[in-house]
């Protein structure tokens, strides 16, 4: 029997990669002390943590304040992912050329352990606009891409990350035929007030969601019936270069719709997760 990788995890490595997120997610330098209570690890353990990634180039150490930042290491390893990854490779002339024909901010959007990343994030021209989606990620759940992604996944995965029942929980469930039969979530305000985002599921080898397209429209200008084309065209050009087939993604759809249901649970009183925080991530700034 296969065992779950988390059955191998090794705990010092998880610790120093707890270092390095909390330290993404700091508007500035973090000490030692608050770096200790943020991550409830022991002082001495986080001291330990941080010379080890200062001398491997991942944090540097102000020498006067002894408080520490993100090294030129971590940066490196984000350009190495735009290098290496097809998604961004294939993705980026697409998602330039969707951005400049709609004049909107256009983003492509990835799911990673519970949290919605984007990778690459092209910022609209116009004076009015919504912000690109730069060194950020959001809870899944909280977001239009996250919800779309979350979806598509395999029916025994989702049951058990909508247990919970949360008010999230009980909107996904209900939405989950939609969103499986058409690929696409039209959402408005989740995430920013007056912002309406419009996310198309991206396919790549196997028929195998990769992720989506999301593009940010000002509410007063969101044209659906001039943009959801336009969408779904990138969309599928994308999911083309990216090894889907066009029969594939017929048959990928078809085979969604006629799925059996996600198993509803109980019915109890709904709780709330409270606002979304934006949490800084390792998404990279590619601007026109």
């Known amino acids: 029997m296969k065992r779950e990788k988390s059955n191998y995890m090794i ?8 270092v ?3 330290l993404c997610k700091a508007a500035g330098e973090v000490g030692v002390t608050e770096l200790s209570k943020r991550l409830k690890l022991h002082k001495n353990n986080v001291f330990r943590l941080l010379a080890t990634l200062e001398l491997r180039g991942y944090v540097d150490q102000n020498k006067e304040t002894e408080d520490y930042r993100l090294g030129v290491k971590a940066l490196q390893m984000g350009q190495a992912y735009l290098t290496q990854s097809s998604l961004v490779g294939r993705g980026l002339p697409i998602v330039k050329a969707l951005s ?5 901010t256009v983003s492509i959007a990835v799911l990673q352990a519970g949290s919605v990343q984007f990778p690459i994030s092209i910022e609209s021209k116009r004076p009015v606009k919504a912000s690109p989606r730069i060194a950020v990620s959001f809870p899944a759940k909280l977001s239009a891409a996250g919800r779309l992604l979350t979806a598509q996944l395999p029916d025994a995965t ?5 247990a919970g029942n949360t008010v999230q929980d009980v909107a996904i469930r209900n939405q989950l035929p939609e969103l499986r039969s058409t690929g696409q979530i039209v959402d408005r305000g989740a995430i920013e007030a007056d912002v309406v985002s419009i996310c198309r599921i991206v396919r790549g080898n196997n028929n195998e969601v990769v992720g989506a397209i999301e593009v940010l429209v000002p509410q007063y200008r969101a044209k659906l019936d001039l943009i959801t084309p336009k969408i ?3 969309a599928a050009a994308l999911s083309t270069a ?12 078809e085979k969604e719709v006629s799925a059996p249901p996600v198993t509803q649970q109980p019915t109890t009183p709904a709780t709330t997760g409270g606002q979304p925080q934006p949490v800084v991530g390792a998404a990279a700034r590619i601007m026109k």
């Open 242 to 253: 990216l090894g889907a087939s066009k029969s594939g993604l017929s048959t990928s759809l």
């Open 232 to 234: 779904e065209e990138a």
């Open 158 to 162: 989702l049951n058990e990350l909508l």
């Open 20 to 22: 390095l997120e909390e």
């Open 100 to 104: 400049e024909a709609i004049g909107e």
């Open 11 to 18: 705990q010092s490595v998880s610790h120093a990669l707890d």
